[in-house]
């Protein structure tokens, strides 16, 4: 993954200075809509404060502002002069450009800029909030900055995060005068920039010089050791050697558990990673150009995909765009499908990534954000880009298997977000909280490793519970609207996985030998369902044309649900439960007739199943549970679908 990303920034470099290629893009519109650009200029002259958000973004603005994010380090004093955020420039931001050495011109306007534009709040809070914009002078708030202080202190019992809670305040403040002074909030607005006397900071040579100083890595040294000693673990050179990553917004190793540390000395962590200042320029380069171009979504994921081309020509830029337009294309292909007759244009003629001229493998890195800093939550490397066709094929398979099983009109939304939506998963403050058995299973589809079924239907099974019982803070509490249709993509999902080879096809039984519906022997017979599963979806089948007798007469009741335990049902209850289904066959009726006289052939054969097979039964009380919903589902979801709703 490491030389995949040098080989991006090498690509880059060469085309381009290191700055350049440290921006980071923002996006320009949000929901169809143009961002703009807001501008916190400091007429020092005037003493005025002037807000203008007049200028709307566009494809160059975050290059023309120098937006290289924020300072590296969680607890970096951050002082770049554009931000995405206004938060920086409310409290820390000039205090902490005064401290810098910017040359006379540059220096002596920012230190009249924190003199008169801000208050001093003293020695009793953290430095990074001590100083605060003074906008009730310049009538942008009502509130004073020292009521604002004084409320802070009174209402945070921990002193800690008192200047917090007073940045809270100004933004407060600040968003209430963008909504009556221009009437606008702050997500129109992309990009907050910081001018004095109408002058950009960016523009100063001083300030772009000290942003790329900011950028490069303090010279290693390791205690004890010559600086030619040390060697770069990418390209063996010995000179400018640094073990300092921290300007990285990956983290690629970790320097917080001493097991981790060569000999188990936390002061050996530099032996682990350090590179010489070229690969390091690569790197940063090549991760900046990663986390714009080649980040992407996957559910709730955050998923970098990167190149490494492993053998043919290094590529240039203009390759390299055209590389990073396929991968994201195929994988946003392949991420949710419904339209299975358009997507077989697009697994022909765009989701095959060969080229004669050069080969590349990619790495999927799932992560997660925290302080400032990316977290690897899991790395699936060295995947043949060939992965999209084969993934994609296995959709189109799956989701017409299940159209030409279940019905035409069955809209089936299948794809690499499905796997998400098949494993229920707490998710809290909007981040899943319980991902590795999610990533277990991405990780399998990529590198086509077996997968246990009876895990996977345990898991599916917990999904009908979470959406049956209606249970909160789950990742398909909102997805579902019933469990008829959730089952129906669960078949579906195992398909899928069958087709990719990840789940071993089963011994399918011989339908022809079975005396029922020929549209329950198609469905059993591309299901590929053996004799005990095909008896489980048959008595789900019956319970289905229960329900759907009972739902008519009971305006939407089903009380034979009643019978099914969400938590299984085990062999000694599936003998009961066919007992109550024919009795519920006796008492339901249908266009004045009992259900059994519909249905005499499919219990019979039922029966039949069940004798032949109740003393070596196999399958455990999950698989039963799942296979009887499989047939109510296929029994319920007929009449939706014949009406077309």
């Known amino acids: 993954m490491i030389e995949g990303i040098i080989q991006i920034g090498q690509a880059l470099l060469e085309g381009g200075d290191l700055l350049s290629n440290l921006i980071r893009e923002v996006p320009s519109e949000r929901m169809g809509k143009r961002l703009h650009v807001l501008k916190l200029n400091f007429d020092v002259s005037n003493t005025i404060l002037q807000v203008d958000v007049k200028e709307e973004m566009d494809e160059n603005s975050t290059g023309k502002y120098l937006f290289v994010g924020s300072a590296d380090g ?68 009502d509130k004073e900055v020292t009521e604002l202080y004084e409320k802070a202190l009174r209402e945070v019992t921990d002193s800690k995060k008192v200047g917090k809670e007073l940045v809270k305040s100004l933004l407060k403040e600040f968003n209430q005068y963008l909504s009556t002074e221009f009437d606008i909030n702050q997500n129109d ?57 921290t300007k990285m917004k990956v983290k690629f190793y970790t320097t917080n558990q001493i097991i981790f540390a060569s000999s ?16 390091l320029n690569r790197l940063l380069s090549g991760e900046t150009y990663v986390t714009n171009n080649l980040n992407t979504k996957l559910a709730d994921f955050n998923v970098y995909i990167i190149p490494h081309f492993v053998y043919g020509q290094l590529l240039d830029k203009n390759e390299l765009e055209q590389v990073k337009d396929r991968i994201n294309f195929s994988f946003n ?10 997507f077989r244009n697009e697994i022909v003629n765009n989701l095959d990534l060969k080229n004669e001229d050069s080969y590349f493998l990619l790495n999927f890195m799932f992560y ?43 809209k089936v939304f299948l794809g690499l977000e499905t796997v998400y939506y098949m494993i229920p998963t707490r998710v809290k403050k909007g981040q899943t909280a319980e991902f590795r058995d999610v990533l277990n299973l991405y990780d399998a589809i990529f590198t086509s490793k077996r997968v246990n079924r009876q895990h996977i239907i345990s898991n599916i099974v917990n999904g009908v519970k979470v959406i049956a019982l209606g249970k909160e803070g789950y990742n398909l509490s909102q997805h579902e609207k019933g469990i008829e249709f959730y089952i129906i993509r669960s078949n579906a999902f195992l398909r899928f996985l069958e087709h990719l080879g990840c789940l071993k096809e089963g011994s399918a039984m011989n339908v022809s030998e079975l005396s029922i519906k020929d549209k329950l022997k198609n469905y059993i017979g591309t299901m590929g369902y053996n004799e005990q599963q095909s008896a489980m979806f ?108």
């Open 189 to 245: 607005i992309g990009l907050y920039v910081l001018l004095i006397d109408g002058k950009p900071l960016v523009e100063y040579g001083e300030y772009t010089k000290a942003v790329l100083e900011a950028k490069k890595p303090k010279p290693s040294v390791t205690k004890g050791k010559k600086v030619q000693q040390a060697v770069c673990s990418i390209c063996g050179s010995h000179n400018n050697i640094t073990d300092d990553l």
């Open 333 to 342: 292909t392949v991420k949710n499908i419904e339209d299975v007759k358009n």
């Open 368 to 410: 997660k954000t925290s302080n400032l800093a990316t977290k690897i939550q899991r790395l699936i490397k060295d995947i043949n880009p060939s992965v999209f066709e084969r993934i994609g094929k296995a959709i189109f398979y799956a989701i017409s298997d299940m159209k030409q099983s279940v019905s035409d009109n069955l």
């Open 74 to 141: 969680p607890n970096s004093p951050q002082w770049f002069a554009s931000s995405s955020s206004l938060n920086y420039f409310l409290t820390e931001t000039v205090p902490n450009l005064a401290d810098m050495d910017l040359g006379v011109e540059l220096n002596d306007k920012i230190k009249k800029v924190l003199d008169s534009f801000f208050l001093d709040l003293g020695e009793g809070i953290n430095r990074k909030y001590r100083y605060a914009l003074n906008l009730k002078k310049f009538n942008i708030a």
């Open 538 to 645: 048959i008595l789900g089948y019956l319970i289905g044309e229960i329900g759907n007798a009972q739902h008519k007469r009971l305006d939407g009741e089903k009380p034979i649900l009643n019978k099914l335990n969400f938590n299984g049902i085990d062999k000694a209850k599936v003998k009961r439960l066919v007992n109550d289904v024919y009795n519920k066959l006796n008492q339901e009726k249908s266009n004045d007739k009992k259900l059994r006289v519909y249905h005499e052939t499919e219990y019979f054969e039922l029966k039949k199943l069940l004798d032949a097979n109740f003393h070596s039964w196999k399958l455990n009380k999950s698989e039963n549970l799942f296979y009887i919903l499989s047939g109510y589902s296929f029994a319920t979801v007929q009449p939706i679908l014949k009406e077309g709703k």
């Open 264 to 279: 188990l000395d936390k002061k050996n962590y530099c032996k682990n990673f350090q590179v010489c200042g070229e690969c």
